[in-house]
């Protein structure tokens, strides 16, 4: 079965721009988590939704925000980018809690 | 979500030693995930541990989760260059969301 798609792979933005990343969970998945990779701090869990609802946020400024479809794809949205959200941001889809997380390949976020 | 601390940060090995790796919480614990990182990768689910002292073995890896539920460990016997990566413990309270210690950084030198 595919994976978890995220899109686009890469991305280049400039400060005080807004960006939306996109990530595809498995079919058949309904919770997908999203996180922020740096390598000062490691994954840090931004939320989580399963069927359309947030169920869970991370300790993440209010200009993070995201949605999930009734197709459980998922769209995260970053507003007034700054220099220090340049990162990776990683999707994972998961069949219920605490189950096995499968990760997308990642967006890579560059801020300038 | 839970906090985990994960140690060491970082550990330099020789191609064939020994490498461990621990993951300590304050609080117990209902499962503890564990992922490896290859770099330039994504995290890749290795195993689930979910009973008072469980240990699951997977080729030369070996994972414990303690009596207590409130640490656990990954061992790799006899490292290779392919074990290259970072390995994060990611501990399950009943909540909906994943925690990721800080990772151990295995480096392996040939």
């Known amino acids: 079965k595919a994976g978890v798609t995220q899109t686009p792979r890469y991305l280049i933005k400039t400060r005080g721009q807004q960006v939306t990343l996109s990530c595809s969970p498995i079919s058949g998945h309904r919770s997908v988590s999203w996180y922020q990779q740096t390598p000062g701090q490691g994954l840090q869990f931004l939320f989580e939704?399963?069927?359309?609802?947030?169920?869970n946020k991370g300790n993440f400024p209010g200009r993070f925000s995201g949605r999930q479809f009734s197709n459980s794809r998922s769209e995260m949205n970053v507003s007034t980018l700054e220099l220090g959200d340049s990162a990776l941001y990683l999707c994972?889809?998961?069949?219920?809690?605490?189950?096995?997380?499968?990760f997308g390949q990642g967006t890579r976020l560059t801020v300038v | 979500g839970q906090q985990v601390m994960q140690i060491p940060q970082y550990q330099h090995v020789q191609e064939g030693e020994d490498f461990t790796t621990y993951c300590n919480s304050s609080t117990t614990l209902s499962n503890i995930q564990w992922y490896k990182q290859r770099p330039g990768g994504h995290p890749v689910f290795l195993i689930q541990?979910?009973?008072?002292?469980e240990v699951k073995k997977q080729k030369r890896l070996t994972f414990q989760f303690g009596e207590a539920k409130k640490n656990s460990s990954l061992h790799i016997t006899a490292t290779q260059t392919t074990d290259v990566g970072t390995y994060f413990c990611a501990p399950g309270a009943g909540s909906y969301q994943l925690t990721f210690g800080k990772g151990t950084k295995l480096s392996v030198i040939p």
């Open positions: 939704y399963f069927s359309e609802t947030q169920r």
């Open positions: 541990l979910v009973k008072s002292g």
């Open positions: 994972a889809s998961s069949l219920t809690t605490n189950t096995e997380a499968f």
